[in-house]
């Protein structure tokens, strides 16, 4: 391996208009020469790139590197990237260390069992059935992604936490706000503020009224209100923005991948393995970061304490060493092992519902519309380039429209 270090520069983020779903170019040649590589922070913090499959499940299973917000310097340029750090406020769990993290994960694992996420599955098959039936109704062409990939798990996360479906287009159009890398800090923290505000006053309401959902099952667990409505806050916006993006660049891949998408129809079964490669093979969270609490070797590199180390996902989960043929799309192989939902204590808590939701979604898309296809040159389809989570703004899709029976 080279032993001289690259400088230190920005975290690639540039992805080739040819392939759309492939990570940005310069990753591949990192982790084959630099694996552990200097990296310059948008506000001048000078940290490390880390870009192996191993390297990156290490430093995510290892306690001298925290999640903590106050350590933390982010990795990409955006309206607070060159903030002073601040501690995360009570209840974002995604941004606390133990004891604090523990203690949130252990009232809120009970909330999200294997079990009860699977028993959801009727819910959301009813759920993407119904908006099936309206794309139909309505015709081609349609945005996928309006029309089918948003509405299922924003409904579904709606349910689960109790938040009136009613409201869905206000708290969506501020959890995008949030997630543009292009917006002002005071559209940010304006977006931020109306979310917060709504799920308190949520919070308040299940005290006062409990339902059957997560938020009022949380209610009687000793949580402040604080607590709680950060808790509700960063449940909503992760039960809605990643997975939605998955199920429409997900069928993006599979349209542009159509040996792939006949392998899925000749094997419906194979569902489970397909999602997985495909949360692999799309990587639509570019990164996540921790910050060393000591001095630390890895990778032949000694990362300083206090330095910020950012974990690549889309190069550890296209890393060869880890994948054969990493760049291909094939959902016949074994994916499992990828770290699309992170790895170790801070792995996704919601990721069984996600999986659900993707499993459901795309087999119930491509068994009701077998000739579903993209309505423009998939050069036209416009990418998330400008937002934390990857994916799409729209799909549009179109299909050849025949009466089913009883239709007039």
Known sequence: MTTSLPDAAPLPNTRSPECPFDP???????REKHPVSPMAFPDGHVGWLVTTHALVRAVLSDPRFSARAELLHFPVPGPTATAKPRPAPPGIFTQTDPPEHTRY??????????????????????????????????????????????????????????????????????????????NSPQEMFAAYNALRDFMGKLVLAKRAKPTDDLLSGLTTSGLTDEELTNIGFTLLGAGHETTANMLSLGAFALLRHPDQLAVLRADPGGIDQAVEEL?????????????????????????????????SVPAANRDPQRFADPDSLDLR????????????????????????????????????????????????????????????????????????????
């Open 279 to 311: 949360l692999r093979y799309l990587s639509i969270i570019p990164c996540t970061v921790r910050v060393a609490l000591e001095d630390v070797e890895l990778g032949g590199q000694t990362i300083k304490a206090g330095q910020t180390v950012t974990l």
């Open 105 to 182: 994960r252990h009232l809120l694992t009970g909330q999200f069992t294997v079990r009860r996420m699977r028993g959801l599955t009727e819910r959301v098959q009813e759920i993407a059935s119904d908006h099936l039936d309206a794309m139909e109704r309505h015709g081609p062409p349609v945005d996928l992604m309006r029309s089918f990939a948003l509405p299922i798990p924003s409904l579904v996360i709606c349910e689960l936490l109790g938040v009136p479906y009613s409201d869905r287009e206000s708290f969506q159009e501020h959890s995008t706000a949030l997630m543009r890398l292009d």
């Open 24 to 30: 940005p170019a310069e990753l591949a040649g990192l």
């Open 333 to 408: 192989r074994s994916a499992s092992g990828h770290v699309a939902f992170g790895h170790g204590i801070h792995q996704c808590i919601g990721q069984q519902l996600a999986r659900v939701e993707m499993r459901v979604g795309y087999a119930a898309l491509f068994e009701r519309f077998p000739t579903l296809r993209l309505a423009v040159a998939p050069e036209e389809v416009p990418l998330r380039d400008d937002m934390l989570i990857y994916g799409v703004h729209s799909l549009p899709v179109t299909w050849d429209a025949t009466l089913r029976d009883g239709d007039v």
